[in-house]
Nanobody, 122 residues
């Protein structure tokens, strides 16, 4: 059974930083591209960043370029999202997913985490 467990969310002031982690189990982690996504109530889920199986390719949404960094540690079965210079509009539930496309469109995957709330205050 595939499990993706996000952690690291919380409340932070605008301009601050957070690092999200997503620990994977039940799959051969190093074979899969991973991604981070976010959603606010009433809006569509949007892709934040994605990374290929070996970290050689990455994708970032325009609204996080230069501020967020996606990375992975295949030895730890974990993908990270370092978020710097956070803005109020980054407030959302952040989800990780496995077996995604390294692009703006994740494709159809059944492997999603439960999400972690990130709240940025002014």
């Amino acid at each position: 059974q595939v499990q993706l467990v996000e952690s690291g969310g919380g409340l932070v002031q605008a301009g601050g930083s957070l690092r999200l982690a997503c620990a994977a189990s039940g799959l051969t982690f190093s074979r899969y591209a991973m991604g981070w996504f976010r959603q606010v109530p009433g809006k569509e889920r949007e892709t934040v960043a994605a990374i290929s199986w070996n970290g050689g390719r990455t994708y970032y949404a325009d609204f996080v370029k230069g501020r967020f960094t996606i990375a992975r540690d295949n030895a730890k079965n974990t993908v990270y999202l370092q978020m710097n210079s956070l803005k109020r509009e980054d407030t959302a539930v952040y989800y990780c997913a496995a077996d995604v496309r390294v692009s703006a469109y994740p494709g159809s995957t059944d492997y999603w985490g439960q999400g972690t709330q990130v709240t940025v205050s002014s």
